[in-house]
């Protein structure tokens, strides 16, 4: 069965502070795997986009990795704001998309 | 350029009544998306169309309908609502695809919050 897995569910971080988002995923045959943003009450924003051969891929502050061998990816936030406060949502691509539940990321001051 | 708007924002139904959720992109895209999102679940596909004059159903078709009115809108219709059609619904649309998914991002609208009483 295709599926997407999130990790950790929900995560608190102080203004400033790094972190790593996780993402497995069992889905054949791959194709790509984005990394989108939803902040509350709107539509998911695309962030990255990476195809099997690409292993990192940034934008600013967001890095996404991927390991097509392990069925991995992370998404790094650096020196995080409290703008980055919103659900991180990992989606797989086979001949359709497969979603993840997201990870609720909360920026404190 | 709005991107992707969708209307009503907000919207509260009786059981058994029916309503068209409305939605727009001024992108030129050639394929639009109709999405539902529940509390800890993923994104489900509920239809989609890959170019103008087409539809296909997605993962959860059952209960609506929909239809490509032209190139720039896609409105999703429940004819007879549930309480089980209680959620947020994205319409999303990319410049092209082959099948369902391809290299096209994506570009989803604010969302529809619909509760069914």
């Known amino acids: 069965k295709n599926q997407v897995e999130q990790s950790p569910q929900s995560l608190i971080i102080l203004e400033g502070k790094n972190c790593t988002l996780q993402c497995n995923y069992t889905v054949s045959p791959f194709s790509n795997l984005r990394w989108y943003k939803q902040d509350t009450g709107r539509g998911p924003v695309s962030l990255t986009i990476m195809t099997f051969s690409e292993n990192t891929k940034s934008n600013g502050r967001y890095t996404a990795t991927l390991d097509a061998d392990t069925k991995q990816s992370s998404l790094h936030i650096t020196a995080s704001q409290l703008s980055d406060s919103a659900s991180y949502i990992c989606?797989?691509?086979?001949?359709?998309?497969?979603f993840g539940t997201g990870t609720r990321l909360q920026v404190f001051p | 350029n709005a991107g992707v708007t969708q209307t009503p924002k907000f919207q509260v139904l009786k059981t058994g009544q029916s309503m068209t959720l409305q939605c727009a992109q001024d992108?030129?895209?050639?394929?639009m998306y109709w999405y539902r999102q529940d509390p800890g679940m993923g994104l489900r596909l509920i239809y989609y169309?890959?170019?103008?004059?087409?539809?296909d159903k997605g993962e959860v078709p059952n209960g609506y309908n929909v239809s490509r009115l032209n190139k720039r809108e896609f409105s999703l219709r429940l004819e007879s609502a549930a309480p089980s059609q209680t959620s947020v619904y994205f319409c999303?649309?990319?410049?092209?695809?082959?099948?369902?998914?391809?290299?096209?991002?994506?570009?989803f609208g604010p969302g529809t919050r619909l509760t069914v009483l």
């Open positions: 999303a649309s990319s410049q092209k695809t082959s099948g369902v998914s391809a290299y096209n991002e994506q570009f």
């Open positions: 992108m030129n895209h050639n394929s």
């Open positions: 989606v797989v691509s086979t001949d359709k998309l497969i």
């Open positions: 169309s890959a170019s103008e004059g087409t539809t």
